[in-house]
């Protein structure tokens, strides 16, 4: 049965967290602070942090910095999903990924459906693989991050989650949660 299996040894993941916007600042970023607040309490390690302008080659050159940093294993950005003209963010990392998660995309989108109705058809979610870490991008609305995070990310992140979790695809946790 799908589920968290305590009996199984938790391994914290290096997470970075870029918030991706042209109006936020350090205090006035909620949606950022909520996805540092749930990685931590989940028992993760935040590795960076940072807000960047809704630029493409700004956004490229953080993420760039960070796929090649051996500790930051999961990126998770939030805003820059939607349909505005200053939306940039899939066109900024789906050229820096190799591998496409369309089932983040889904899961998603299925779960926002519950909480947005019918603007869950607007986001432009999405997850990937760049280099050896893996980047999910969901909406800048704290309540979009709460969606992804309650029952997604969590699930995804913990090594304890069987039939499994995106910690068996990391090389540092490859031969342990496989």
Known sequence: MAGIDENLTFYPLGIAVLT?????DEETDTSGAL??????????????RAIVRDDIEAIQKSLR????????EIILTTGGTGFS????????????LRREMDGFAIAFQQKSLGTVGVAAMQSRAFAGQAGDSFIFCVPGSTGACRDAWDG????????????CSIAGALPRLRDICS
Do not use: C, F, M, Y
């Not at 991706?20 to 936020?24: E, H, K």
């Not at 910095?65 to 930051?72: A, L, N």
């Not at 003209?85 to 820096?96: C, F, H, I, Q, S």
């Open 85 to 96: 003209p200053r939306d940039n963010t899939p066109e900024a990392v789906k050229p820096l």
């Open 65 to 72: 910095q960070w796929i090649t940093d051996e500790k930051i």
């Open 20 to 24: 991706i916007s042209d109006t936020r």
């Open 152 to 163: 997604l990310l969590e699930l995804e992140l913990d090594s304890r989650h069987k039939p």
């Open 35 to 48: 996805l540092v607040e749930r990685l931590t309490s989940a028992g993760h390690i935040l590795i960076e």
